[in-house]
């Protein structure tokens, strides 16, 4: 049996990168899962790929009302909600703090803490309503435990999703409700490709080549993979995390352990020499 066997779970951002690595693993852990996500040609087809074990919503996650939608169809269509993976989200601007401007800050901040607080919010009240708990699994970032990771508004961001898991903890968890993070580090989805205006077409030649940069500072000696978030959101949505609340789980291959020094330079300068070496 698996160990999300019975479960029904909602995962945002779920048609690419670590968000369909998720649907992967949770459908074949036994879990019915909703889908959330604005690329509707993908998530049709991965709703028509998996049958009745997934059905795709499309939700803006900038939106409450667009969370609120996605987690009563679950429930109307599964029946109950177990787990609430919040993983939308995307790179945001990406300027240094002195060149932010109010309208890409806030942009950023919509993606990734607003999207966090409303799908806590509406899991919970879901969760309460039932009587049974359940799991709310959140993306940080290496970026939300450090800084010098990524662009200003992307690093206060994640800061502001691991205060809200923890907060979270301390609010639902005497309604059985458990709240964690995972924080990756440097993981190759086409979100990273996009983020540093290489073309989707260059995409895997550029996950390679920044995968080998990477691999010579992360103690592990190589870049991420969804798989690896995956593996973690499954423990932290089945019931073998039950006694895991609060936590903020760093999957960055041991980076925020050892490392010192500007990650986001490293990054910076790996796009810089990669398009530069395509005539860019």
């Known amino acids: 049996m698996g160990r999300l066997e019975g479960k029904v779970a909602v995962i945002t951002g779920g048609v690419s990168g670590i968000g369909l690595g998720t649907v992967e693993l949770f459908v074949a852990e036994g879990a019915k899962v909703a889908v959330g996500d604005i690329q509707d040609d993908l998530g049709k087809a991965l709703q028509d790929r998996f049958g009745g074990d997934v059905i795709y919503v499309h939700t803006d996650v900038t939106r409450e009302a667009a969370i609120g939608a996605l987690v009563n169809t679950a429930v109307e269509t599964f029946g109950k909600l177990d787990i609430i993976f919040n993983n939308a989200g995307a790179g945001g601007d990406m300027s240094p703090m002195t060149d932010l401007g109010e309208e890409g800050f806030n942009r950023t901040l919509a ?11 509406h899991a919970a009240n879901q969760f309460i309503k039932q009587g049974t708990g359940g799991a709310i699994i959140s993306t940080a970032s290496a970026a939300g435990l450090q800084g010098g990771w990524s662009g200003a508004a992307y690093t206060v961001a994640k800061h502001a999703v691991t205060g809200i898991v923890r907060q979270a903890a301390a609010e639902l968890g005497p309604h059985g409700i458990r709240s964690n993070a995972i924080c990756p580090g440097v993981i190759m989805t086409p979100i990273m ?5 290489v073309p989707a077409q260059e995409a895997t030649e550029f996950e390679g080549y920044l995968s080998e940069k990477i691999g010579t500072i992360v103690p592990s000696r190589r870049a991420g993979f969804p798989n690896d978030i995956a593996e973690a959101a499954l423990y932290l949505g089945s019931d073998g995390s039950d006694y895991v609340n609060g936590v903020l789980l760093p999957v960055d291959g041991g ?17 810089a020499e990669f398009n530069k070496s395509k005539g860019r």
């Open 111 to 121: 993606l990734l803490v607003n999207s966090v607080m409303f799908g806590h919010k």
């Open 255 to 271: 980076s925020t352990g050892v490392v010192t020094g500007p990650f986001s330079k490293v990054m910076i300068d790996s796009a």
């Open 193 to 197: 490709a996009n983020t540093f205006g």
